[in-house]
């Protein structure tokens, strides 16, 4: 069964710092990939999602991610971190329904 | 318009009673799931159903019993609540169910069992 490992469970940034977080899959077919963002008290929003084509994509609010199928990886990226990116990162890969990763806490502070 | 609504958002109940959570999506998907989100933010599939057929059925107690009437609904009972069960409980749907697409989650049922 595919599952999803997040690397990075509590990652604290300064606003404008860069951000990196991991996740790996483990499955060696197709997937599709997701990234979905829960802000405090809210439920999960999708950040961005890969099907196929570009490995690199660009999702909502200034977030990306590469696809790196030989490292079965897709860290999401973004450059400069805002305050109001705190919240609680998922990675997800699809199997028979959405597997999702431990999930990574981001606090961004001013 | 709400793609997908929960209700009741807060639940708050006794150890030993017995509660529903209700579930409507209004975008056409087939698909409907219940997920678990445990106090360290852990999201834990629980079912899906298929055009009103249950396709996953996790490692869940039978207190808890899925039903959906029609694919826009899924609501999921609990009985004889416990301590444990204090969680997010999220409804999502999808279009398809392989190769699944994105999903629509609903704004979650925060459940406290005292």
């Known amino acids: 069964a595919q599952s999803v490992s997040q690397h990075n469970h509590h990652v604290i940034l300064s606003e404008a710092a860069s951000l990196e977080l991991g996740c790996n899959y483990s499955?060696?077919?197709?997937?599709?990939l997701f990234w979905y963002v829960q802000y405090p008290g809210q439920h999960l929003q999708l950040l961005l999602k890969?099907?196929?084509?570009?490995?690199l994509v660009k999702g909502i609010k200034g977030f990306e991610a590469e696809f790196i199928k030989s490292k079965f990886s897709f860290n999401l990226r973004k450059p400069s971190v805002q305050w109001s990116d705190t919240a609680e990162y998922f990675c997800?890969?699809?199997?028979?329904?959405?597997?999702f990763g431990k999930g990574t806490s981001l606090l961004v502070t001013p | 318009d709400t793609a997908v609504s929960q209700t009741p958002k807060y639940l708050v109940t006794q150890m030993g009673n017995d509660k529903s959570i209700k579930c409507e999506q209004n975008?056409?998907?087939?698909?409907m799931y219940w997920y678990k989100q445990d106090s360290k933010k852990f999201l834990k599939i629980m079912f899906s159903?298929?055009?009103?057929?249950?396709?996953i059925n996790e490692t869940v107690p039978n207190r808890f019993s899925p039903k959906s009437p029609d694919k826009a609904h899924l609501n999921l009972h609990i009985n004889s609540l416990e301590l444990g069960d204090s969680a997010v409980y999220f409804c999502?749907?999808?279009?398809?169910?392989?190769?699944?697409?994105?999903?629509?989650f609903g704004q979650g049922t925060r459940l406290t069992v005292v």
């Open positions: 999502a749907s999808t279009q398809g169910t392989k190769g699944v697409t994105e999903a629509f």
């Open positions: 499955y060696g077919g197709t997937v599709n």
């Open positions: 890969y099907f196929s084509g570009d490995p």
């Open positions: 997800a890969v699809t199997g028979y329904a959405l597997n």
């Open positions: 975008l056409g998907h087939d698909t």
């Open positions: 159903y298929n055009n009103k057929e249950l396709i």
